[in-house]
């Protein structure tokens, strides 16, 4: 397996311009996680789907953030308009339910200006 | 709510020295917890995961220990090697929910 991929690894966006982030799950993980990293808050868990379902949002910053996971095999986390307070790095993480390891993708370094 | 703390936020030994990194958290109910390594501009790599029921868990030159009375896991790194320098987080569940709260690491450095 590829491991969880993650697209694009960076990405530098205009204030006020909508950005997408992809992300891919290892094949027959059914839970999908979305973290923030930044030097100040560390790791933050923004929301997590179970079998194609939203659980738990309510890390999500604001209503700029917003997340779908239209199927088992790719998740989106899209922020519109994005802010300079967003630049961060966004990882994205799988695991099967009860197996307790997390795969974590490299992460899309995020840079808005 | 769980928190998860480690001290020291950095630490710098010489070449072959052992050493004890240090995880507490708050929600003693938690199923496992696990260790990461994390490179510089890289993701997370899983190191150890320790279910409640286990003590330790062991990794080559990595042991894993994990006390839930006292909210406390360490990792041991036997023999430190240049190549062991990264930043170390652990994490726990939140609740019984699969969501991770992560420490904020420490950042290990190994100088030969």
């Not at chain 2, 994390?38 to 003590?55: E, N, Y």
């Amino acid at each position: 397996d590829a491991g969880v991929i993650q697209s694009p690894r960076h990405e530098v966006t205009e204030m006020g311009q909508e950005v997408t982030l992809r992300c891919k799950p290892i094949s027959g993980h059914n839970s999908l996680f979305w973290y923030r990293q930044t030097m100040m808050r560390g790791l933050e868990l923004l929301i997590y789907f179970n079998n194609n379902v939203p659980i738990d949002d309510s890390g999500m910053p604001e209503d700029r953030f917003s997340a779908k996971m239209p199927n088992a095999s790719f998740s989106t986390l899209k922020i519109q308009p994005s802010e300079p307070r967003d630049s961060a790095v966004y990882f994205c993480a799988s695991t099967l339910t009860g197996t307790g390891g997390y795969t974590f993708g490299s992460g899309t370094r995020l840079t808005v200006v | 709510k769980q928190e998860v703390t480690q001290i020291p936020a950095a630490l710098s030994v010489p070449e072959g020295e052992n050493l004890v990194l240090n995880c507490s958290f708050t929600d003693s109910a938690i199923y496992n917890l696990q260790w990461f390594r994390q490179d510089p501009g890289k993701g997370l790599t899983s190191l150890l995961l320790i279910q409640s029921s286990q003590r330790e868990q062991t990794s080559g030159r990595l042991n894993a220990s994990l006390d839930k009375s006292s909210g406390r896991s360490t990792l041991y790194i036997a023999a430190s090697q240049p190549g062991d320098s990264a930043t170390y987080l652990c994490a726990g569940p939140q609740g019984g929910s699969e969501k991770l709260v992560f420490g904020k690491g420490t950042k290990l450095t190994v100088n030969p």
